[in-house]
């Protein structure tokens, strides 16, 4: 049986483009972005595959996203199941702040650890540790046990929310997970094994 698991970061959004902290604000995909997410179903669909269900946030940018990528797929009326656990890492009081000005503000090195350790929240947010607390009990009680079934699922989602995710399927630890990037649109193809690890892992790379 196959044991089918793709996450999907969005593609570019408009805050994105303006090199903001986005975290739980809502802007939409970029032009860039609505390309990147069709071009990852056209990949998707160049290897034969196709979804039994697919998850994705609460968030703009991840459902337009997911609804492109479907729509590649020719799967537009597929089920799609929403929660607010698949979110982006709240960034707090840096949400809408330019990542550039941060840096002079706060230091390289500080914003560096407020956006790649594992356990340093940012001022009022949610560090990678606090995401992976609703992240991973969504995995397992929602998503994994269909995976396990043999159904086919397709996440589309955020960039840390998918990093606490692929922390945990790769084996990646708190000294390990800050190398950790995630590009827009650019689907992770795993397949899983009887016993949830990682069979095997592609990258689908443009
Ligand atoms: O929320 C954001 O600002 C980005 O989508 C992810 O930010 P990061 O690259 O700082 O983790």
Redesign the pocket.
């Known amino acids: 049986m196959e044991r089918l698991l793709v996450l999907v970061r969005h593609g570019q959004s408009d805050?994105?483009l303006k090199n903001?902290?986005?975290?739980w604000k809502d802007p939409d995909l970029t032009e860039q972005g609505v390309a990147e997410a069709r071009a990852a179903g056209q990949r998707l669909k160049a290897l034969g595959l196709s979804f039994d269900v697919a998850f994705t946030s609460a968030l703009t940018r991840a459902q337009h996203t997911c609804r492109l990528i479907l729509e590649e797929l020719g799967q537009q009326n597929l089920t799609t199941i929403r929660d607010q656990a698949l979110n982006?890492?709240d960034?707090g009081e840096l949400s809408g702040l330019n990542?550039d000005d941060a840096r002079k503000r706060w230091g390289e090195e500080q914003v560096h650890i407020w956006?790649r350790s594992y356990d340093v929240p940012p001022p009022g947010g949610e560090s990678l540790k606090d995401t992976a607390a609703r992240v991973l009990p969504y995995y397992i009680g929602e998503i994994l046990p269909r995976v396990m079934r043999g159904e086919k699922v397709l996440v589309a989602a955020?960039?840390?929310s998918l990093r606490a995710l692929v922390m945990v399927l790769d084996r990646l630890t708190p000294e390990t997970i800050p190398t950790l990037e995630l590009a827009t649109g650019e689907p992770l193809v795993y397949r899983l094994r009887a016993d949830t690890t990682v069979e095997s892992k592609d990258v689908l790379k443009g």
């Open positions: 805050w994105n903001l902290f986005t975290g982006e890492r960034y990542k956006r955020h960039g840390n």
